[in-house]
């Protein structure tokens, strides 16, 4: 009985990994404002600080999408390493930059000690995904405009926040 379990289980799985279809999609370009361009990182970490991905139009445009970030994360200029911070996102009509959807995202640190001194940039990596569920009027506009996916300043601890204008960075998943 046990083996039979084990074989079907297995034989579930299989069939579950191969009838599901994840579509990954790129930004185009990249926007900032108010932003500290260094080491190929902009750092929001002033008042009205953002930074945006400006994604192409998608075809297909599922009930939710999934965005996945990697940022960089200290206490302050000269930081310290193993922070996490909640971020506010947007995402925004390209044309217009009119809000669609908003919500928070947390990047999240895994590195341990957590320390305060500075630290050159050790332990400062922090990673982050947010589903979105999207309403059929915004389905309409990423189906026909795109969309833009922004990141404001402040945080809710006000620690620095960076981002790399590399789009590998940042991508869109969805599963058809």
Not at 77 to 106: A, Q
Request: no cysteine; glycine share 8%.
């Amino acid at each position: 009985m046990r083996r039979f379990l084990v074989m079907f289980l297995t034989i579930l799985a299989v069939v579950f990994l191969f009838s599901v279809q994840l579509y990954v999609v790129y930004p185009e370009t990249i926007s900032h404002s108010r932003t500290a361009l260094i080491a190929g990182w902009y750092w929001i970490r002033s008042p009205g600080a953002w930074f945006e991905w400006k994604f192409s139009p998608v075809s297909q445009v599922p009930s939710i999408i999934f965005i996945n970030v990697k940022a960089l994360v200290t206490n302050g200029t000269n930081g310290g390493s193993g922070y996490s911070e909640t971020v506010h996102w947007k995402i925004l009509d390209p044309t217009n930059n009119i809000p669609l959807i908003e919500g928070k995202l947390y990047l999240h640190n895994p590195f341990l000690p957590r320390v305060s001194y500075y630290t050159k940039g050790l332990g400062y990596a922090a990673y982050g995904s947010v589903g979105i569920k999207l309403p059929v009027n915004v389905r309409e506009i990423i189906r026909n405009r795109g969309f833009k996916f922004r990141v404001t300043w402040p945080g809710e601890h006000r620690y620095h926040v960076a981002f790399s204008k590399d789009p590998k960075y940042l991508f869109l998943v969805y599963e058809k």
